[in-house]
RNA sequence: UGUCCCGUGGUGUAAUGGUAGCACAGGAGAUUUUGGUUCUCUCGGUCUGGGUUCGAAUCCUAGCGGGACAACCA
C-alpha cells in the first residue's frame, strides 16, 4: 500500500488493537500474517467515520506489513448498490491508500455460503422456518425474557434439505420462508436465538443479476468472508460486540470436521467516531439530501468524505485526525477543532499565500501617481522556501477589506483609521487622510498617502506600524465568488434530543455566499480543489462550480483570529 | 429491571502493579511585513466506597453513571 499524496504524515499512536495484534503475532497466531478489511455496504456514501475505519484497518496492513482488503457487503439488492460502488473506490483511493488486489464482493462468496449452508443443514445446525416475520419476531422474546423454539425447529434434515433447495430455486415467495441456524432460543444474547441465516428476495443483484433469490443476511457472510479472504483480525465497531459470538459459532460450523486452518479471523471492535456539531447517521445525513437543506453529499457542509473534499480538506489532514483521535472502547465526541487544527496544520506548510479581498472597499493613495504599476515581490509561502516567489501589481487603486478600517477604532485595533497608519503587505506604510461616505452611511473611499521611504524590501525610513492589511490592485485584480461555510447545526449533538427534531438546530448562517470578492491576477488559472491560504483570511480551495470566466472559492477554515476573540470581550 | 461493554483534565487519548503523560481547546507572554506560523509558560484529571498489595488509574468487589442488544438491515 502507499500514500499517494503528499502531506503530513500522522506519528504513530499505540492503542489497544495494536496491543492485541502483537500479542496473536507472539503466539504464532494466523502463520504470522496480518490481513484486515474494510467491508463498506455500498449503499451510501462514506463519511467521516468511515475514514477513521478506512485508516484503522488500512494503518494496521501497514504497521505489520500486511494488507487491507477492501470488500463490498452486497448481500442485500434491495438496497440499490451498484451506483455506490465507484464513490466508495474513489473515497479510499482519495485518502491514500491501495488495497490487495481487486476489489472483492462477499457476492462472490455465494456459491460457498451456500454449500456451507446446507453442511449446516445436514449437521442439524440450521431449519427452515415456514413462520411469517411477524411470527418470528415475537417468538424471539426480549433481552429479559427468552424466546420460544418454532413448531418447525424440529423438522428433519431430508425436509430442511428440500425446503431450502425449494428457496434456491424461486419456488416460494419473499417471506414465505427462511433457513435459521439452530443455537439456543433461551440464550441471553438475542443474536443466538436461532438468528435467520437466509431470506428470500426476489430481485436481481447488482453482480449476480438473477443467479440467486435467496440471499444470506449479515451474520451468515460476513465472518465466513473473512475466513475465505485469509482475513486475521477483523476490526468493526461497538454494536457489532455482540454478534461476536454468532461470528464464531458459525466459523466453528463451517470448520466442523475440517483440519485445523492456518488462519482464522477473530473479530475486534472499537468505538465508532462522533464529531460534535454534526450528524453522522446515514438516515439523517440522507434527510438532510433529500429535503434540500444542503446541496447534496458533497455539499462542502457534510461530514462525508466527498463534502470535505469539496471543502478543501486533504486525505494528509484526515488521516492526521484520524491517528490523533485514538482507538479506544468507549463512546467519544471528538471536538471538530481537533479537525480544523489537522487541516490547518496541513494547508500551513502547504499551501501557496494569495491576496484576495471578500468584502471590498476602495482606497486611494492621493500621493501615489495615476498610471504607475509597481511589480511588488511576494513570497509564496514562508513556510516553505521552495515555493518560490511572484509578482503583484500595486497601483494607485487598491481594495481592501472593509473590516480593516474602522471610523472610530479602540486602541487596540491595529488596523486602518482617520490618522492611523499601517503597511500595506508587499508594499508601503500608508496614513490615513480621509474618508467618502455614501448617502446610508456606508464607507465608500479611503483616502491614504503613501511613504515612499517604507517599500517593502527596501524600507529605509526606519518606521514600525502595528498592523499589516493584505491588498488588491483595484484595476489589475480579478472577481470571484466565495461561499463562506460554518457548522451546520448550532447545537454539540444534534441528533442527542430526545424530545427534538436534529433539523431545529440547524445553523441558518451555515453558507454565506460574496458575490463581490476581488482576488489577486495570478488565480486566473486555478483548477478545480486547488488550495490557497487567501492571506489573513483563512484556506480556501476552488470549488468544482468554478470556471475562468467565473472563480468560485469555497472557505475551507478561517486562520485561527486572536483579534476576533479579543474583539468579542 | 436480563446479558455484555465502557468510566483518566473541557474534549480526546497514553500509562497494563512503581514519578498520571501527550494532543486539541482555554489563559499569559515572546517573536512576527499574515492579529497567521513558531516558541515559552500556564490552567486542569484517574466516577464513588470497600478490599488485595510495600505500592492501585491498573487487580477483586459493591454501588453509581453512560452505552449496546428484541430488522427476513449492515
Same mark, same amino acid.
Given at each position: 500500500?502507499?500514500?499517494?499524496?503528499?502531506?503530513?504524515?500522522?506519528?504513530?499512536? *499505540?492503542?489497544?488493537?495494536?496491543? %492485541?495484534?502483537?500479542?496473536?503475532?507472539? @503466539?504464532?497466531?494466523?502463520?504470522?500474517?496480518?490481513?484486515?478489511?474494510?467491508?463498506?455496504?455500498?449503499?451510501?456514501?462514506?463519511?467521516?467515520? /468511515?475514514?477513521? *475505519?478506512?485508516?484503522?484497518?488500512?494503518?494496521?496492513?501497514?504497521?505489520?506489513?500486511?494488507?487491507?482488503?477492501?470488500?463490498?457487503?452486497?448481500?442485500?439488492?434491495? &438496497?440499490?448498490?451498484?451506483? #455506490?460502488? =465507484?464513490?466508495?473506490?474513489?473515497?479510499?483511493?482519495?485518502?491514500?491508500?491501495?488495497? @490487495?488486489?481487486? =476489489?472483492?464482493?462477499?457476492?462472490?462468496?455465494?456459491?460457498?455460503?451456500?454449500?456451507?449452508?446446507?453442511?449446516?443443514?445436514?449437521?442439524?445446525?440450521?431449519?427452515?422456518?415456514?413462520?411469517?416475520?411477524?411470527?418470528?419476531?415475537?417468538?424471539?422474546?426480549?433481552?429479559?425474557?427468552?424466546?420460544?423454539?418454532?413448531?418447525?425447529?424440529?423438522?428433519?434434515?431430508?425436509?430442511?434439505?428440500?425446503?431450502?433447495?425449494?428457496?434456491?430455486?424461486?419456488?416460494?415467495?419473499?417471506?414465505?420462508?427462511?433457513?435459521?441456524?439452530?443455537?439456543?432460543?433461551?440464550?441471553?444474547?438475542?443474536?443466538?436465538?436461532?438468528?435467520?441465516? #437466509?431470506?428470500?428476495?426476489?430481485?436481481?443483484?447488482?453482480?449476480?443479476?438473477? &443467479?440467486?433469490?435467496?440471499?444470506?443476511?449479515?451474520?451468515?457472510?460476513?465472518?465466513?468472508?473473512?475466513?475465505?479472504?485469509?482475513?486475521? /483480525?477483523?476490526?468493526?465497531?461497538?454494536?457489532?460486540?455482540? /454478534?461476536?459470538?454468532?461470528?464464531?459459532?458459525?466459523?466453528?460450523?463451517?470448520?466442523?470436521?475440517?483440519? =485445523?486452518?492456518?488462519?482464522?479471523?477473530?473479530?475486534? @471492535?472499537?468505538?465508532?467516531?462522533?464529531?460534535?456539531?454534526?450528524?453522522?447517521?446515514?438516515?439523517?445525513?440522507?434527510?438532510?439530501?433529500?429535503?434540500?437543506?444542503?446541496?447534496?453529499?458533497?455539499?462542502?457542509?457534510?461530514?462525508?468524505?466527498?463534502?470535505?473534499?469539496?471543502?478543501?480538506?486533504?486525505?494528509? *489532514?484526515?488521516?492526521?485526525?484520524? %491517528?490523533?483521535?485514538?482507538?479506544?472502547?468507549?463512546?467519544?465526541?471528538?471536538?471538530?477543532?481537533?479537525?480544523?487544527?489537522?487541516?490547518?496544520?496541513?494547508?500551513?506548510?502547504?499551501?501557496?499565500?494569495?491576496?484576495?479581498?471578500?468584502?471590498?472597499?476602495?482606497?486611494?493613495?492621493?500621493?501615489?501617481?495615476?498610471? &504607475?504599476?509597481?511589480?511588488?515581490?511576494?513570497?509564496?509561502?514562508?513556510?516553505?522556501?521552495?515555493?518560490?516567489?511572484?509578482?503583484?501589481?500595486?497601483?494607485?487603486?487598491?481594495?481592501?477589506?472593509?473590516?480593516?478600517?474602522?471610523?472610530?477604532?479602540?486602541?487596540?485595533?491595529?488596523?486602518?483609521?482617520?490618522?492611523?497608519?499601517?503597511?500595506?503587505?508587499?508594499?508601503?506604510?500608508?496614513?490615513?487622510?480621509?474618508?467618502?461616505?455614501?448617502?446610508?452611511?456606508?464607507? %465608500?473611499?479611503?483616502?491614504?498617502?503613501?511613504?515612499? @521611504?517604507?517599500?517593502?524590501?527596501?524600507?529605509?525610513?526606519?518606521?514600525?506600524?502595528?498592523?499589516?492589511?493584505?491588498?488588491?490592485?483595484? *484595476?489589475?485584480?480579478?472577481?470571484?465568488?466565495?461561499?463562506?461555510?460554518?457548522?451546520?447545526?448550532?447545537?454539540?449533538?444534534?441528533?442527542?434530543?430526545?424530545?427534538?427534531?436534529?433539523? =431545529?438546530?440547524?445553523?441558518?448562517?451555515?453558507?454565506?455566499?460574496?458575490?463581490?470578492?476581488?482576488?489577486?491576477?495570478?488565480?486566473?488559472?486555478?483548477?478545480?480543489?486547488?488550495?490557497?491560504?487567501?492571506?489573513?483570511?483563512? #484556506?480556501?480551495?476552488?470549488?468544482?462550480?468554478?470556471?475562468?470566466?467565473?472563480?468560485?472559492?469555497?472557505?475551507?477554515?478561517?486562520?485561527?483570529?486572536?483579534?476576533?476573540?479579543?474583539? &468579542?470581550?
Amino acid at each position: 500500500m502507499s500514500k499517494t499524496e503528499e502531506g503530513a504524515t500522522p506519528a504513530p499512536k *499505540s492503542n489497544f488493537i495494536h496491543q %492485541e495484534i502483537e500479542k496473536d503475532l507472539k @503466539e504464532g497466531k494466523n502463520g504470522g500474517a496480518v490481513l484486515t478489511r474494510f467491508p463498506p455496504e455500498p449503499n451510501g456514501y462514506l463519511h467521516i467515520g /468511515h475514514a477513521k *475505519s478506512i485508516c484503522l484497518n488500512f494503518g494496521l496492513a501497514e504497521k505489520y506489513n500486511g494488507g487491507c482488503n477492501l470488500r463490498f457487503d452486497d448481500t442485500n439488492p434491495t &438496497k440499490e448498490e451498484v451506483e #455506490y460502488v =465507484e464513490s466508495i473506490k474513489q473515497d479510499v483511493r482519495w485518502l491514500g491508500f491501495e488495497w @490487495e488486489g481487486q =476489489e472483492k464482493y462477499a457476492s462472490d462468496y455465494f456459491d460457498q455460503l451456500f454449500e456451507w449452508a446446507v453442511k449446516l443443514i445436514k449437521n442439524g445446525k440450521a431449519y427452515v422456518d415456514d413462520q411469517s416475520a411477524e411470527a418470528i419476531a415475537a417468538q424471539k422474546g426480549t433481552p429479559t425474557e427468552p424466546g420460544v423454539e418454532s413448531k418447525y425447529r424440529n423438522r428433519s434434515v431430508e425436509e430442511n434439505l428440500d425446503l431450502f433447495m425449494r428457496m434456491k430455486n424461486g419456488e416460494f415467495k419473499e417471506g414465505e420462508r427462511v433457513l435459521r441456524a439452530r443455537i439456543d432460543m433461551a440464550s441471553p444474547n438475542m443474536h443466538m436465538r436461532d438468528p435467520i441465516m #437466509y431470506r428470500i428476495i426476489h430481485k436481481s443483484h447488482h453482480r449476480t443479476g438473477d &443467479k440467486w433469490c435467496i440471499y444470506p443476511m449479515y451474520d451468515f457472510t460476513h465472518g465466513q468472508s473473512d475466513f475465505i479472504e485469509g482475513i486475521t /483480525h477483523s476490526i468493526c465497531t461497538l454494536e457489532f460486540e455482540v /454478534h461476536r459470538p454468532l461470528y464464531n459459532w458459525f466459523l466453528d460450523q463451517i470448520l466442523e470436521g475440517e483440519p =485445523e486452518p492456518e488462519r482464522r479471523p477473530r473479530q475486534i @471492535e472499537f468505538a465508532r467516531l462522533n464529531l460534535n456539531y454534526t450528524v453522522m447517521s446515514k438516515r439523517r445525513l440522507l434527510e438532510l439530501v433529500q429535503k434540500g437543506i444542503v446541496n447534496g453529499w458533497d455539499d462542502p457542509r457534510m461530514p462525508t468524505i466527498s463534502g470535505l473534499r469539496r471543502r478543501g480538506y486533504t486525505p494528509a *489532514s484526515i488521516r492526521m485526525f484520524a %491517528e490523533r483521535v485514538g482507538v479506544a472502547r468507549r463512546d467519544n465526541i471528538i471536538d471538530v477543532a481537533l479537525l480544523e487544527h489537522c487541516i490547518r496544520e496541513d494547508l500551513n506548510k502547504r499551501a501557496p499565500r494569495v491576496n484576495a479581498v471578500i468584502d471590498p472597499v476602495k482606497l486611494v493613495l492621493t500621493n501615489y501617481p495615476e498610471d &504607475k504599476v509597481e511589480w511588488m515581490e511576494a513570497v509564496n509561502n514562508p513556510e516553505d522556501e521552495s515555493q518560490g516567489t511572484r509578482k503583484i501589481p500595486f497601483t494607485r487603486e487598491l481594495y481592501i477589506e472593509r473590516n480593516d478600517f474602522m471610523e472610530n477604532p479602540p486602541k487596540k485595533f491595529f488596523r486602518l483609521g482617520p490618522g492611523r497608519e499601517v503597511r500595506l503587505k508587499n508594499g508601503y506604510i500608508i496614513k490615513c487622510e480621509d474618508y467618502k461616505k455614501s448617502e446610508n452611511g456606508e464607507v %465608500e473611499e479611503i483616502y491614504c498617502t503613501y511613504d515612499p @521611504e517604507t517599500r517593502s524590501g527596501n524600507d529605509t525610513s526606519g518606521k514600525k506600524v502595528k498592523g499589516t492589511l493584505h491588498w488588491v490592485s483595484a *484595476s489589475h485584480s480579478l472577481p470571484a465568488e466565495v461561499r463562506l461555510y460554518d457548522r451546520l447545526f448550532m447545537d454539540e449533538d444534534p441528533a442527542g434530543h430526545k424530545d427534538k427534531d436534529f433539523k =431545529e438546530f440547524l445553523n441558518p448562517d451555515s453558507l454565506n455566499i460574496l458575490n463581490n470578492c476581488r482576488v489577486e491576477p495570478s488565480l486566473k488559472d486555478v483548477k478545480a480543489l486547488d488550495f490557497f491560504q487567501f492571506q489573513r483570511l483563512g #484556506y480556501f480551495c476552488v470549488d468544482p462550480d468554478s470556471t475562468p470566466e467565473h472563480l468560485v472559492f469555497n472557505r475551507t477554515v478561517p486562520l485561527r483570529d486572536t483579534w476576533a476573540k479579543l474583539a &468579542k470581550k
